[in-house]
C-alpha cells in the first residue's frame, strides 16, 4: 500500500503516542518474575545482619594475622604451604570455633527459608541439576576450623548463581559451597571450613 510519507508520519507518531499512555495495559515484563522470594520479617532481616557482622569480624581478624599476607605464586606446592600457613594462624586464633558461631540457629533457620524459596521456583529444577555435577565432597566430612575436603585436587565447581542471589554478599576471601543438602562458609585464602548448616537444601 502507497501512502503518503506525510500520512505514514502521522501514524507513526500516533503509535508512539499510544504506547506510553497504554503502557499499563500490556503484559509486565520482569526480569525476575520467575523467582520465588522469601518473605522476611523484622527479625529475620535483624538475624542477617547479626551474620554479615559476624563475617565482617572473622575478615577482620584474619586480616590481622601475618600468614594472611599471601604472595602471588603459580607454584601449587608453595601455595598450598602458604594456605596451611594460614589455616594454622586461624585455627590459633579460633582455637574454640564450632558448628553455628556465625550460622547460629535463628540464622540458619532465615537461611533455609532463603533456599527453601529458590528451591521451590523456577529456577529449582536447573539448580539442582547443576549441584548433582559439583565437587563429591561428603558433608560429613566439613569440620569447622579445618581444611575444605578437596582431596584430589579437583576445581571447585561455582554454585550457581540463580541460587545465591538472595543470600547475603559476602567479602572477597569467602564463599558458599554446597555439600549434598549442607550450605558452608568457606574461606578461600585458607581453603577452610568456616562454618555450616545442615539441611539447608530442601
Known amino acids: 500500500m502507497n501512502l503518503p510519507k506525510r500520512i ?3 501514524i507513526a507518531a500516533l503509535i508512539f503516542m499510544w504506547l506510553p499512555l497504554n503502557a499499563a495495559a500490556l503484559p509486565a ?3 525476575n518474575a520467575s523467582e520465588q522470594q522469601a518473605v522476611l520479617s523484622d527479625a529475620d532481616k535483624a538475624q542477617l545482619k547479626l551474620f554479615t557482622d559476624r563475617v565482617k569480624q572473622y575478615q577482620k581478624m584474619e586480616r590481622a594475622l601475618p600468614a594472611d599476607k599471601l604472595s602471588p605464586t ?3 606446592k608453595q601455595l598450598e ?3 596451611q600457613a594460614l589455616r594454622d594462624a586461624l585455627q590459633q586464633a579460633r582455637p574454640n570455633a564450632k558448628q553455628g558461631d556465625l550460622f547460629t540457629p535463628e540464622v540458619a533457620a532465615v537461611f533455609r527459608k532463603l533456599l ?3 528451591m521451590t521456583g523456577a529456577e529449582g529444577r536447573k539448580i539442582r541439576l547443576s549441584l548433582n555435577h559439583a565437587e563429591p565432597v561428603s558433608p560429613q566430612d566439613l569440620q569447622v576450623n579445618h581444611v575444605y575436603p578437596n582431596a584430589d585436587g579437583q576445581p571447585l565447581q561455582s554454585v550457581p548463581p540463580s541460587l ?3 543470600l547475603p554478599v559476602l567479602p572477597k576471601g569467602l564463599d558458599y559451597r554446597i555439600s549434598g543438602h549442607t550450605l558452608s562458609l568457606r574461606d578461600t585464602d585458607a581453603n577452610m571450613v568456616v562454618d555450616y548448616v545442615r ?4
Open 8 to 10: 505514514w508520519c502521522s
Open 29 to 31: 515484563v520482569n526480569k
Open 74 to 76: 603459580k607454584d601449587v
Open 81 to 83: 604451604q602458604q594456605r
Open 116 to 118: 527453601r524459596a529458590t
Open 164 to 166: 545465591l542471589r538472595n
Open 199 to 202: 539441611d539447608a537444601i530442601p
